[in-house]
């Protein structure tokens, strides 16, 4: 069993800057694979990045890409979701999730957070 736990969501000014925490815990940990997703009002829950645990291997979605980055520290067990220069469609509820299998696929997640909003003002 891994519980995730996100925090950082607010409000923010396009052009603006926040950074998503993600706290896990569980004795495996470790060996799973961390995953960002996103969901806006109306719209399907959408990938926006993973990192491997092991080796720290990472994909973006084509739409954050370059803007936003998934460092971790396997010290704290935490996954962080740096977003810089944002924009208002990034505006969404913010999920942490973890998979043993390192996918862009949200049915690969078999753990969730209970997300956090993120709000862009244009």
């Known amino acids: 069993q891994v519980q995730l736990v996100e925090s950082g969501g607010g409000l923010v000014q396009a052009g603006g800057s926040l950074r998503l925490s993600c706290a896990a815990s569980g004795r495996t940990v470790n060996k799973y694979h961390m995953g960002w997703f996103r969901q806006a009002p109306g719209k399907e829950r959408e990938f926006v990045a993973t990192i491997s645990w092991i080796g720290g291997s990472t994909y973006y979605a084509d739409s954050v890409k370059g803007r936003f980055i998934i460092p971790r520290d396997s010290t704290k067990n935490t996954v962080y979701l740096q977003m810089n220069s944002l924009k208002p469609e990034d505006t969404a509820v913010y999920y942490c999730?973890?998979?043993?299998?390192?996918?862009?696929?949200?049915?690969?997640?078999?753990?969730w957070g209970q997300g956090t909003q993120v709000t862009v003002s244009s």
């Open positions: 999730a973890a998979s043993e299998i390192q996918t862009t696929a949200s049915s690969g997640y078999k753990y």
